[in-house]
């Protein structure tokens, strides 16, 4: 699996948008970016995912590369609820594991 | 729907005692999953079953053991507690292997002395 690389933490004002970029250089054809997010203490949380095209749902939007090197998760209007850590992953379904691999991931803090 | 839930949701064990995770979920999910989680680091996975009546290994699987009980259950037994398992316990399940979510239980704090 490609691995990924997040900045350690990030700020971001409350009502602007949140972009969190991650660098996954190594990833192959059939891998998908997965963002998860884990708000303190509780179990992450699923946000979005995508393979080549830019992905929106009703929490985020996910921009990913023409080359598919980078990808950047945006939360277009960041709350405070919204502080927690932002997990990118990156994961090839073509075998039998379904195991996500989590790294460190970027701690976003929400500020008023 | 409840969603995954898992008991207790704090525990204390003694080094050498035993004890087991419980985790269901109440969404007919095929795939079910065990992490842990250490301080200041991400999640890595010890077992997981892809449908009911199997199990794999994941990335850290020394120390323990799992049963797939059936479709909705899954749970994760420690035989003799360690120091070094002292860790926060995640279960998850997704509809399948793939590329699809996984859902998360609120986790099992474990404390090993």
């Known amino acids: 699996d490609a691995k990924t690389t997040q900045p350690t933490s990030m700020d971001c004002a409350e009502g602007r948008a949140a972009n969190l970029p991650c660098n996954h250089s190594t990833i192959s054809g059939n891998e998908y970016v997965y963002w998860y997010r884990q708000i303190h203490s509780q179990g992450p949380q699923y946000i979005i995912h995508g393979l080549k095209n830019n992905e929106t749902n009703e929490m985020a939007s996910l921009i990913i590369t023409e080359d598919r090197k980078s990808s950047t998760l945006i939360l277009p209007h960041a709350t405070l609820r919204d502080t927690a850590v932002y997990y990118c992953?990156?994961?090839?379904?073509?075998?039998?594991?379904?195991?996500?691999?989590f790294g460190k991931g970027t701690k976003l803090s929400v500020k008023p | 729907n409840a969603g995954v839930t898992q008991t207790p949701k704090f525990q204390v064990l003694k080094t050498g005692q035993s004890m087991t995770l419980q985790c269901a979920q109440d969404?007919?999910?095929?795939?079910m999953y065990w992490y842990r989680q250490d301080p200041g680091m991400g999640l890595r996975l010890i077992y997981y079953s892809a449908s009911e009546g199997t199990t794999d290994k994941g990335e850290v699987p020394n120390g323990y053991n799992v049963s797939r009980l059936n479709k909705r259950e899954f749970s994760l037994r420690l035989e003799s507690a360690a120091p070094s398992q002292t860790s926060v316990y995640f279960c998850a399940s997704s509809e399948r292997l793939g590329p699809n979510e996984q859902f998360f239980g609120p986790g099992t704090r474990l404390t090993v002395l």
């Open positions: 969404m007919n999910h095929n795939s």
């Open positions: 992953i990156v994961r090839n379904y073509g075998g039998s594991q379904g195991n996500l691999i």
